[in-house]
Nanobody
Framework: QVQLVESGGGLVQPGGSLRLSCAAS????????MGWYRQAPGKQRELVAT???????NYADSVKGRFTISRDNAKNTVNLQMSSLKPEDTAVYYC?????????WGQGTQVTVSS
């Protein structure tokens, strides 16, 4: 059974930082492209960042220079370090694992940026 379990969400003030983690099980983690997506109220789910099995990263323009995605294949985890957070970063953040046409999603973790 595949499980993606996110952690690290919460409430943070504008300009603050937060680190999200996603622990994967039930997959050969090192073979998957891992990603973070987010969905704000009333909006579609959107890409935040991805990292391939080879370590190539891709970021949405809105988070470039502020967010960093990383993976630890020994621990089957993918992290998202978020800095200089803005109110518009408020959303539910989802972990994604993808290989070819197969993909899995976590249950999501809420990030709220507010003073």
């Amino acid at each position: 059974q595949v499980q993606l379990v996110e952690s690290g969400g919460g409430l943070v003030q504008p300009g603050g930082s937060l680190r999200l983690s996603c622990a994967a099980s039930g997959i050969i983690f090192s073979r998957y492209t891992m990603g973070w997506y987010r969905q704000a109220p009333g909006k579609q789910r959107e890409l935040v960042a991805t990292i391939t099995s080879g370590g190539t990263t891709n970021y949405a323009d809105s988070v470039k220079g502020r967010f960093t995605i990383s993976r630890d294949n020994a621990k089957n985890t993918v992290n998202l370090q978020m800095s200089s957070l803005k109110p518009e970063d408020t959303a539910v953040y989802y972990c994604n694992a993808r290989i070819y046409t197969t993909e899995y999603w976590g249950q999501g973790t809420q990030v709220t940026v507010s003073s």
